[in-house]
């Protein structure tokens, strides 16, 4: 094997593209600047790059709206060249895209802007011009297999006019953060890595090495880097599915869905997953990848897109469970008067893309009731603008609601007194409680 130089592990530039969730975590790692290791000083300069000035502008003032850096962490930023400036990308000999691969209407991957980063990528290696230091392009954000070599090299090497392998090199490294999530962080979970050669692959494993805690687990090509991150979710979706569908049943069989969960945990092999609405731009979209790229080579996957059509169908479905509790109650939902808990599409994070709540919210609202939606975690602005929706961030005090729905489990909900809950219900109100936190004295509806 030809060997090629590449850039100093120690002292190279490196930027990341794209500073949402998944890339300023990994900007703040690397502008730590020791080896988690062998606890040496690095000398790596790291810039963020963002398209958006908005974000670039507001975490050079230390705002990081997704709220998953701590404080202790923010003093990095400082060590971080934040900029939307393409020009300062020419310093860099390691790229990281980190940048969003979401779904289009048709559930098909919409991989523009990871073709947008990767054009930008061949655009600044043709300005930089072929130098004996071979830069490195490392993809982080969630693709099909295959994405990486077929879709992002080719264009890569059209505007850099230039090779890979021989001019630049590439490598997959997925990433598995869980936002919201304060136990799992990035340098605590073992990092997939490869290459597109063996001494690419080598660098980059590294390169991850030096700021994952938990270690890494280079695979023997980025194929196997790519399905390894679109079937860990596709798992996690699957494994949600089959509760949804158990509570489905369990509501027909007039018994406690999470109950019965609780029973069948306590087997040793029981996997205790809960019913609930998949939404945000991971589980819920991740197995849209793998059918794709399954289908473009003929195979329909039949397990998968279940899976993924009984998810779908849950806003429905509790839309309907809650009217047919509300007349139990001799209460219509016409009108009625609804407080709902929750609208990000997860607990302990801001994040409110892709939320299935906005589905219910829709349903409901074709029976013109009265919403006060609650969030404690939500940016109220962010719904007024995105989503042309009021939200509160704090308990309606001295407010009574017909039915109250908690659909995410949010530490402020979780932490709510059985008095609290209490005082929000009117006498025959009902509660309906997705994720089991409302006190069973109140007896709320669960699925
Ligand atoms: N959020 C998660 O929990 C998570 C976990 C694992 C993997 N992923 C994957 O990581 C990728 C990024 O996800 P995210 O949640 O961080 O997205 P995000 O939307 O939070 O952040 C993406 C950032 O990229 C910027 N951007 C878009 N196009 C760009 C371009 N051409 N050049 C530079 N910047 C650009 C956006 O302005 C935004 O700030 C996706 O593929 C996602 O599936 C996300």
Redesign the pocket.
């Known amino acids: 094997m030809e060997y090629f130089d590449l850039p100093q592990q120690s002292n190279c530039t490196i930027v990341i ?8 975590p990994l900007a703040i790692e690397f502008a730590k600047n020791i080896d988690c290791n062998s606890k040496k000083i690095l000398k790596r300069k790291i810039i963020g ?4 000035l908005e ?1 670039v502008n507001a975490l050079k003032n230390g705002i990081d709206i ?1 709220k998953e850096i701590n404080f202790e962490n923010l003093k990095y930023l400082n060590e971080i060249n934040l900029t ?1 400036d393409m020009k300062i990308l020419n310093k860099a000999d390691i790229f990281i ?6 779904i289009d209407k048709k559930n098909a991957p919409d991989l ?3 073709k ?2 990767s ?2 990528i061949g655009k600044v290696l043709k300005l930089k011009g072929k130098e004996k230091i071979k830069p490195i392009i490392i993809y ?4 099909f297999p295959g994405a990486t070599e077929e879709i992002c090299v080719p264009i890569i090497e059209k505007e850099s006019k230039s090779k890979l392998n021989k001019d630049f090199f590439c490598g997959y490294s ?6 919201g999530d304060n136990k799992n962080k990035l340098n605590s979970i073992i990092k997939v890595t490869s290459g597109s050669n063996e001494q690419s692959a080598l660098w980059i494993n590294e390169l991850y090495k030096s700021i994952i805690k938990a270690g890494t687990h280079m695979t023997s090509s980025i194929k196997i880097a790519e399905t390894a ?1 679109v079937i860990e ?1 596709t798992q996690r979706d699957l494994n949600i599915a089959l509760m949804n569908e158990l509570a489905k049943i369990c509501d027909l069989v007039k018994i406690d869905t999470l109950e019965v969960i609780k029973a069948a945990s306590t087997k040793w092999n029981f996997l205790d997953f809960r019913p609930g609405l998949v939404g ?3 589980i819920g ?2 197995p849209y990848y793998l059918t794709y790229k399954s289908e473009t080579l003929g195979y329909k996957p039949e397990v998968v897109l279940a899976g993924r059509k009984i998810n779908n169908s849950m806003p429905r479905w509790i839309l309907k469970k809650i009217i047919s509790e509300l007349e139990n109650n001799n209460l219509d939902i016409q009108g009625a008067n609804i407080l709902l808990m929750g609208i990000t599409f997860k607990e302990n994070c801001p ?1 409110i ?1 892709n939320s299935k709540i906005f589905e219910l919210i829709h349903l409901l609202n074709e029976y013109n009731v009265s919403l006060t939606i609650w969030d404690s975690w939500a940016n109220v602005e962010d719904c007024k603008n995105f989503f042309n929706l009021e939200i509160t961030n704090n308990f309606p005090k001295n407010k009574k609601y017909t039915s109250v729905i908690c659909l995410v489990k949010h530490n402020e909900f979780a932490e709510l007194r059985p008095i609290e809950w209490e005082s929000l219900i009117i006498k025959n109100g009902i509660f309906f409680d997705l994720k089991g936190i409302i006190p069973r004295q109140l007896k709320p509806i669960r699925p």
């Open positions: 593209i794209g500073l949402g969730y998944v890339g300023l790059f963002d398209i958006n974000r997704t939307n895209v980190t940048v969003p691969t979401p523009n802007p990871i947008k980063a054009e930008m982080e954000s969630t693709v997925p990433e598995r953060i869980n936002p991150k979710n945000g731009h991971c979209v991740d994040d893309r």
